[in-house]
């Protein structure tokens, strides 16, 4: 193994290490302000250095959110400098996630013509990272004046099929799936040309598991929230990786209940790890999924690639348990609530 790539394996384990504990999520289970969670945050766990300059008195959860997703950011982009074989590839992912965030939010300003929030929410550190021009996007005032910003990026022949409609109004959900499916072939195709034997596939049973899951979370969406129709489901599906055959697909969309979708993601291989996760909520199948694989595979794997990925997947949600955290406490949910939540 080269030395680079022992490199990566060897940080991404170390920081691995460094995560919350159980011990840490109890005690910040038992804070009782968002005041006493940063104070805990600072003094005893990875993210002082990150939080040292922010008053944990004063602070804003919309600050706060920023300056661990700088941190995260930042993190997974200087492991990516010690080199894996698709190292580029994976900041390229990183930062295109960023920016769909940042599409979809000022959309749905827009949507509500409130687009002089944006420059305000935006997050700073971000600017040189990418090649959209976050001013001109910022003073957009219609979808036109939006498209025309994003016409050079690789979103625009998405962006350029949707317009608002006679009320004015983007179908965000859409976009927002469109988008992200966009994202996540980019990386599959990279995965496909850069990679080989082991690595290729344990970083492709990896994420096409991932993907089967969403798949099942977005069929129960569209079915509980929309209603749709079982051709227009299909529709929002990234089919092209995945595990899944295109018979079961048909009968998860087909479905006439919830618990029929579940009863046939169930038959499937992947579709058994159902049964070995704790979940409270059916929205929390596929994070907590996503979790138990990457968890696995920063014990098990010997590939750079596969744990620094996997890196970036725990810390991912171990960040939107932060998050979760912050807002039980501040709207005073009680302490099982909160933690049901939680995925660790």
């Not at 939080?51 to 995260?72: C, F, P, S, T, Y």
Request: aromatic share 12%; hydrophobic share 40%.
């Amino acid at each position: 193994m080269p030395t680079t790539s022992y490199a990566v394996l060897t940080k991404s384990r170390a920081k691995f290490g460094k995560r919350l504990t159980e011990k840490d999520y109890t005690s910040l289970l038992a804070c009782q302000s968002v005041a006493e969670v940063m104070s805990y945050l600072k003094s005893y766990t990875r993210y002082s250095a990150a939080l040292r300059d922010i008053n944990e008195r004063d602070v804003h959860r919309g600050r706060l959110e920023a300056m661990l997703k700088q941190e995260l950011f930042y993190e997974f982009d200087s492991l990516c400098r010690y080199d894996s074989s698709i190292s580029s590839g994976f900041t390229r992912y990183a930062v295109e996630n960023i920016e769909v965030e940042q599409i979809i939010r000022f959309l749905i300003l827009l949507n509500s013509s409130s687009t002089d929030k944006f420059i305000y929410q935006f997050p700073a550190y971000f600017s040189k990272h990418t090649e959209i021009d976050i001013d001109r996007l910022a003073n957009a005032k219609s979808y036109d004046e939006f498209l025309s910003v994003l016409s050079s990026s690789s979103y625009y022949d998405i962006l350029k099929s949707y317009a608002p409609d006679e009320k004015g109004r983007l179908h965000i959900s859409e976009i927002e799936n469109k988008l992200y499916e966009l994202v996540f072939t980019n990386l599959m195709n990279t995965i496909n040309i850069r990679t080989k034997g082991q690595e290729k596939r344990e970083l492709k049973s990896l994420l096409m598991t991932i993907n089967d899951y969403n798949i099942f979370s977005m069929i129960l969406r569209l079915k509980k929230y929309y209603n749709l129709p079982a051709d227009a489901i299909k529709e929002n599906l990234l089919t092209e990786f995945c595990d899944i055959d295109s018979k079961t697909i048909d009968m998860m969309c087909n479905a006439e209940s919830s618990a029929e979708v579940f009863s046939v993601m169930q038959s499937t291989h992947n579709g058994k790890l159902i049964d070995k996760i704790g979940y409270v909520y059916a929205s929390d199948i596929s994070p907590r999924v996503k979790f138990r694989l990457a968890r696995k595979n920063m014990h098990f794997s010997n590939n750079p690639s596969v744990v620094l990925i996997s890196y970036m997947f725990v810390s991912e949600i171990e960040l939107m348990n932060i998050i979760s955290l912050i807002e039980g406490i501040r709207y005073k949910l009680d302490s099982k609530k909160i933690q049901s939540m939680l995925i660790y």
